[in-house]
């Protein structure tokens, strides 16, 4: 690439776009984020985001880093275990999650608020906001030109969707690839990790990831997010030097309202949820998940009555039905608005920064004379299809609506079977073994791209 920088225009500020600009940055290109919240502190509750590593080692090549430190410094103590267990709290399996041998390795926890503000760190010149998308132009000659709600307009030789499940770009770009309800309703919220609300949680759930089981495909996920600052955002004693450095002079703490904290996620099949679930305020829906679970343990029931309201909310998931790859253009797009995925593995953020990751580098091909733009981009979106939608075609098979554990009378049955896998293979070391190795390598784990 000779004269003027590539210009990259990225729609959407979320992980994988900002990550994205991040590397294109660094790379030489002039990038170009347009964000639609109004500030940078809107749109987003501090809830986990597991970042496994796949995550980590595109955040390692695309942050500078100084700033990848501070990711670190900032993320919350990671987890030692997931256990999955009965509705009683009753343990059926505790896998253990491998330690990290090296940065990259291992399972991360962050909040979601904490990892926008680094992501936003040195980044003031680069991003828009309250810059709307509505539609693009293609020009004659390959350039694209964007148009947002204020009626400004941005040209540039790249147009990267990264603008979510409801991206408009990908509505307007590849009208055919449709976005699906999965069949699942979730339900959100969070707590204080008080010392009264930790000990609600049995020890090894307390300091890992907990996954419940319940009847009638009744299901909650637990986290548990203990960060290395205080409720007034001093960071804590005990905290190393290095990081309560990194962490005392880091700006983006001041737009993060993120404290230690207790998530409970519940979900099940769409037709256990009254019609108009969707609409409930967070005390309903609190008192909705009550309700559907009458015969769970008391401390379970605690946590989701403790709940703040303020923060619960229902989530109706989607997946991305697969479609086959497209002509290549100057449009590309990378994340959710694409791949949108169940949570059935958690992979969704990992591989949006996967997405980023690797369209940095194709496009450093072209910077560097290996590739056309064209090839370029093609390249990265043989890949990125490839992988992105085996990750939504096993996460839907993990989560969705339409398994057997949500159906009536087959359900029992499922869960029974479930239930007996679990119990053995708690007690054959290789069978366990076998179950910790598939959760390391499901999130990136060993995978050498």
């Given at each position: 690439?000779?004269?003027?920088?590539?210009?990259?225009?990225?729609?959407?500020?979320?992980?994988?776009?900002?990550?994205?600009?991040?590397?294109?940055?660094?790379?030489?290109?002039?990038?170009?984020?347009?964000?639609?919240?109004?500030?940078?502190?809107?749109?987003?509750?501090?809830?986990?985001?597991?970042?496994?590593?796949?995550?980590?080692?595109?955040?390692?090549?695309?942050?500078?880093?100084?700033?990848?430190?501070?990711?670190?410094?900032?993320?919350?103590?990671?987890?030692?275990?997931?256990?999955?267990?009965?509705?009683?709290?009753?343990?059926?399996?505790?896998?253990?999650?491998?330690?990290?041998?090296?940065?990259?390795?291992?399972?991360?926890?962050?909040?979601?608020?904490?990892?926008?503000?680094?992501?936003?760190?040195?980044?003031?010149?680069?991003?828009?906001?309250?810059?709307?998308?509505?539609?693009?132009?293609?020009?004659?000659?390959?350039?694209?030109?964007?148009?947002?709600?204020?009626?400004?307009?941005?040209?540039?030789?790249?147009?990267?969707?990264?603008?979510?499940?409801?991206?408009?770009?990908?509505?307007?770009?590849?009208?055919?690839?449709?976005?699906?309800?999965?069949?699942?309703?979730?339900?959100?919220?969070?707590?204080?990790?008080?010392?009264?609300?930790?000990?609600?949680?049995?020890?090894?759930?307390?300091?890992?990831?907990?996954?419940?089981?319940?009847?009638?495909g009744h299901t909650c996920i637990l986290h548990t997010m203990e960060f290395p600052w205080d409720g007034a955002g001093?960071?804590?004693?005990?905290i190393g030097g290095n990081d309560a450095d990194l962490v005392g002079q880091w700006p983006g703490l001041l737009f993060?309202?993120?404290?230690?904290?207790?998530?409970?996620?519940?979900?099940?099949?769409?037709?256990?949820?009254?019609?108009?679930?969707?609409?409930?305020?967070?005390?309903?829906?609190?008192?909705?998940?009550?309700?559907?679970?009458?015969?769970?343990?008391?401390?379970?029931?605690?946590?989701?009555?403790?709940?703040?309201?303020?923060?619960?909310?229902?989530?109706?998931?989607?997946?991305?039905?697969?479609?086959?790859?497209?002509?290549?253009?100057?449009?590309?797009?990378?994340?959710?608005?694409?791949?949108?995925?169940?949570?059935?593995?958690?992979?969704?953020?990992?591989?949006?920064?996967?997405?980023?990751?690797?369209?940095?580098?194709?496009?450093?091909?072209?910077?560097?004379?290996?590739?056309?733009?064209?090839?370029?981009?093609?390249?990265?979106?043989?890949?990125?299809?490839?992988?992105?939608?085996?990750?939504?075609?096993?996460?839907?098979?993990?989560?969705?609506?339409?398994?057997?554990?949500?159906?009536?009378?087959?359900?029992?049955?499922?869960?029974?079977?479930?239930?007996?896998?679990?119990?053995?293979?708690?007690?054959?070391?290789?069978?366990?073994q076998k179950m910790a190795d598939a959760l390391h390598t499901q999130r990136g784990g060993d995978r050498d791209d």
């Amino acid at each position: 690439m000779t004269g003027t920088p590539l210009r990259v225009l990225v729609i959407g500020a979320g992980t994988g776009g900002m990550a994205l600009a991040h590397g294109l940055r660094r790379a030489g290109f002039d990038v170009a984020v347009f964000e639609r919240d109004r500030t940078r502190s809107a749109g987003l509750h501090g809830y986990r985001v597991g970042i496994g590593p796949d995550g980590s080692a595109a955040l390692k090549r695309l942050l500078p880093p100084e700033l990848y430190e501070t990711f670190k410094a900032t993320c919350a103590r990671p987890p030692r275990h997931f256990v999955m267990l009965t509705e009683r709290l009753r343990s059926s399996i505790d896998l253990p999650v491998r330690p990290a041998v090296d940065e990259e390795s291992g399972e991360r926890s962050v909040s979601r608020m904490t990892l926008r503000q680094v992501l936003f760190t040195g980044m003031d010149d680069i991003v828009s906001f309250d810059r709307t998308f509505t539609h693009y132009e293609r020009l004659p000659d390959g350039r694209v030109t964007a148009y947002f709600e204020d009626g400004s307009e941005e040209t540039g030789d790249l147009l990267v969707a990264a603008d979510g499940v409801g991206s408009r770009v990908r509505r307007q770009y590849l009208p055919h690839a449709r976005v699906e309800e999965a069949g699942i309703i979730s339900i959100a919220a969070k707590l204080p990790a008080t010392p009264e609300a930790l000990a609600l949680l049995p020890e090894h759930v307390r300091n890992g990831i907990g996954l419940v089981f319940g009847p009638k495909g009744h299901t909650c996920i637990l986290h548990t997010m203990e960060f290395p600052w205080d409720g007034a955002g001093r960071v804590k004693e005990g905290i190393g030097g290095n990081d309560a450095d990194l962490v005392g002079q880091w700006p983006g703490l001041l737009f993060d309202n993120t404290r230690d904290y207790v998530n409970w996620g519940f979900w099940a099949a769409t037709d256990k949820f009254p019609s108009d679930v969707m609409k409930l305020d967070g005390r309903q829906l609190i008192d909705l998940v009550l309700e559907l679970t009458p015969g769970w343990h008391p401390a379970l029931r605690e946590l989701f009555r403790l709940g703040d309201p303020s923060t619960c909310f229902p989530i109706n998931i989607r997946t991305s039905v697969p479609v086959a790859q497209w002509p290549t253009t100057t449009i590309t797009l990378l994340g959710d608005a694409i791949h949108t995925m169940t949570p059935g593995q958690g992979v969704g953020a990992n591989t949006a920064l996967r997405d980023a990751a690797l369209l940095t580098r194709r496009l450093t091909d072209f910077r560097d004379g290996r590739l056309g733009l064209h090839d370029a981009v093609r390249a990265y979106e043989t890949e990125m299809i490839r992988y992105g939608f085996e990750a939504v075609l096993a996460s839907r098979k993990q989560t969705g609506g339409d398994q057997p554990i949500h159906r009536p009378y087959v359900g029992r049955l499922a869960l029974a079977g479930l239930r007996a896998s679990l119990f053995v293979a708690s007690r054959v070391p290789s069978m366990k073994q076998k179950m910790a190795d598939a959760l390391h390598t499901q999130r990136g784990g060993d995978r050498d791209d």
